[in-house]
Every structure is written in C-alpha cells, then in structure tokens.
C-alpha cells in the first residue's frame, strides 16, 4: 500500500492505492473520511485496484483556515485525482456527500466512470438534518465551544448515524479527525460551507446519466431517509437498487458483510 499527498488548487490531498485488477474509488462523505471505507476496500483489493482518498478539509487531507472545502471544489478535485492516477474510466463507489462529489465530477467536469454505485448518498433535496442546519446557520458560535464540549457534541452527532452503535475503535476513528486546534474549526467549517444549491445544480441533470448506476440505501437511514434511494433511482435511467434492512447512514459499519457482498457483486 502506498501513501501519497497531491498538490491540487492549493490543498494537499492524501490518498492510497493497493491491489491487483480493474480500478475502484471510494468516495466518502461527511463527517467522514476514507477510514470508512478500508475494511470493505481491503476486502475487495484482490479482485481490483482500490484507491481512497481524503477530500480537503477531511481525514488526513489540508485543513486549512479559510479554505473552500464546498462540493464546487470536491468534484473538480476528483476529476483532477482520476487524471493524475491516469484512470480513464474507473468503477466509482460513493457515499453520502461523496455522491454529490461523483455526480458533480461527472456531469460537469468529464470525469467518466465505467461504473457508479451511490450509498446512502447525497443528491436530492432537501437535505441535511435539523442540527446540521443550526450548524450551518451558527458555525462561529459552535466553533468556540470549549474542547470537551466539542468532542462530546461530535461523538453524540456521528453515533446517530449508526443503528447498530459503534464499537470503540469505530468512533475513535470517525470523532478523532475533528477533535484539536486543527480538527475543531475544520469540522465547523465544512458543514458552514455545505449549501444545497450545489445538488440543485445538477439534479435536473441526472436523466442524462447514461452508464451502469447501482443505488444502495440502509432502510433505517435517519439522516437521508430512504424514500430518496426510491427517487434517485426513477431520476437516473436503468440505476439498480439494494435496500439493506437494520442499517442506517454508516451503512459500513452496521451491515459491513452486506454491503461488501453488494458491492463485490456490481464490480464483477
């Protein structure tokens, strides 16, 4: 496996790569990073090519004061990303606001994929939940709160993602990202600069999208319900649909073996 940092329109993006056969990316959302994804891409590297990646602002990329960490900036990163890993038409598995990333890269940046599955992801409004929206309406305020009083919000906030709840080594992983003088702001400032109208952008574009499209949704999802995998696969021609019972939006975590078979099964 091989660790490496880009250079791309002023952030450092960290990403890795490891396998053997056809290339993979994982795409990861928000508050999350591409930790999310290793077990299930572990899993699947001795049939592909498996790249992850960090979007700036997140995991082990740039966090930055003052930097543009919008979706506007993720997808023209990951088409750059599929440039520079010479990827002409990679499979493509994204998953919550890492969805809104693949589609932006695709629709209004070139990027071709030979696949797409989308999990649990954003595309559709409205979203984001009543706490994110008070986030977003107050990030200078929540940005001061004391150290304690932040991680203990993080902790509360990702454990509501997860229905079967989170082992230890689980949450250490997902809350530790944003914790510190580096993490703390960084976590306040993506969520200040989330703003729908970069799905809205795109959304009247998804009848055009004319390659394989398989959706994946966790029937217990709170925060994007699953009535929009329904219409995100009416919106997009010939898209596929899995439905996992018991699994919420850490689909990952609550239904690993499952989601991991679902996906072995579109890439073969």
Known sequence: MIFVEYEIEGHRVWWTSTGDGPPVVFCHGTPWSSGLWEPIASALSGEHTVFLWDMPGYG??????????????????????????????????????GG???????????????????????????????????VHDNASVFESLPPPL???????????????GLSTDAERMLVEPWLGDRGQPAFYRQIAQADQRFTDE?????????????IVWGTE?????????????ELIP???????PGASHLIQLDAPERLTAILARWLS
Do not use: K, N
């Open 60 to 97: 082990r990329s740039s966090m930055e004061d003052g930097a543009d960490v919008t979706l506007a900036t993720q997808g023209g990163i990951l088409a750059v990303l599929l440039e520079r890993w010479g990827l002409e038409c990679p499979d493509v598995v994204a998953h919550d606001y």
């Open 100 to 134: 809104a990333t693949a589609l932006r890269a695709h629709l209004l940046h070139g990027a071709r994929y030979r696949s797409l599955a989308l999990v649990d992801v954003v595309a559709l409004a409205p979203w984001g939940s009543e706490f994110f929206r008070l």
């Open 150 to 164: 932040h991680e203990a919000l993080v902790t509360a906030y990702i454990r509501g993602a997860s229905a079967r």
């Open 202 to 214: 795109i959304e009247p574009r998804y009848p055009e999208i004319d390659l394989p499209v398989h």
């Open 221 to 233: 999802d709170t925060w994007i319900p699953v009535d929009r995998a329904h219409r995100l696969a």
């Open 238 to 244: 010939g898209a596929g649909l899995d439905l996992v």
